[in-house]
């Protein structure tokens, strides 16, 4: 066994571009360990440079089995796992009537169900140490519905959720949990990694189709710069009290501010015919 000593042990997924790369980056540069995932042997070999403190690992995310692999490959050379960064995923883009349920299931296994099968493989050593961080990269989009991504919305929605409710069940452990809600940053994530199903239907081009060109149109020009955004993480893990949510970039907090705005305004426009809907005794809430 390799010893970490009182660096700590980073287990990110997804280095091999984007957020991924730009972290693990980020995390050796300041003298801590990372264990980063590919998915091609070469890449993980090429990666690996252990007086660095750089360990790749071979982690198809949607294969169980090499999960808890590439888990149990960091405790037995570091010891630990002191961070999981669920960073691996794509955007599925297109009208939600046309995405075929192929597509919504590929969505969900990559966005959603991986990132619970790596934090259920993480927390066994994490509630034993008493100690740990779960940071979920999810998106401005898992807060805020938009056009042309209601599939990709569902998925990062729903991991918002298990963050929500993570905190709240190991928080007592010593355990934290922050969901990290980028904006358009300049990544591959509207490029090479999305899966674009073009408007087919004359209905939804006014809508999902313009919706979907300005997101092709944008690609490799958004305002957000990755390696600014790797290096606000890792200063965020830094914080005695880390926050459950951390969007990152200006357009992240411009249009979720806007949206708590909206939502708070709505609340009260239903208020009278929502709130007398309980029974007329006294309940207990």
Do not use: C
């Not at 890449?43 to 790749?56: P, Y």
């Not at 034993?128 to 999810?138: A, L, P, V």
């Not at 401005?140 to 905190?167: D, M, P, W």
């Not at 358009?184 to 509207?190: D, L």
Request: glycine content about 10%.
């Amino acid at each position: 066994m390799e010893t970490a000593n009182n660096k700590r042990v980073w287990f990110v997924t997804g280095a091999s571009s984007g957020f991924g790369k730009e972290l693990v980056n980020e995390i050796t540069t300041r003298g801590e360990i990372a264990v980063a995932t590919f998915r091609k042997e070469n890449q993980a070999q090429e990666f690996t440079n252990l007086d660095e403190g750089k360990l790749g690992v071979v982690v198809d995310v949607t294969q169980n089995n090499q999960i808890k692999t590439g888990i149990e490959t960091a405790i037995a050379h570091f010891g630990k796992i002191d961070i999981l960064v669920n960073n691996a995923g794509y955007g599925s883009i297109g009208s939600i009537e046309e995405v075929s349920e192929d597509e919504v299931r590929r969505q969900m296994d990559i966005n959603l169900i991986s990132p619970v099968n790596l934090i259920k493989a993480v927390l066994p050593f994490m509630r034993k140490e008493r100690s740990g961080h779960i940071i979920n990269i999810t998106s401005v989009g898992g807060v805020i519905g938009f056009t042309a991504s209601g599939i990709y919305n569902a998925s990062k929605f729903a991991l918002e959720g298990i963050g929500h409710s993570l905190v709240q069940q190991v928080k007592h452990l010593g355990i934290k949990v922050t969901n990290v809600e980028p904006g358009p940053f300049r990544t591959n994530w509207a490029g090479a990694s999305a899966s674009y199903e073009d408007t087919k239907i004359e209905d939804y081009k006014a809508s999902v189709g313009e919706n979907l060109a300005w997101m092709k149109s944008i690609n490799g020009k958004q305002a957000g710069d990755p390696t600014k955004a790797a290096k606000a993480i890792y200063e965020m893990s830094h914080l005695d009290n880390p926050p459950l949510l951390f969007p990152l970039g200006e357009y992240a907090y411009q249009v979720l501010e806007e949206h708590y705005q909206f939502a708070l305004q709505n609340l009260k426009d239903v208020a009278y015919l929502g709130r007398p809907t309980d029974f007329l005794v006294e309940a207990v809430l």
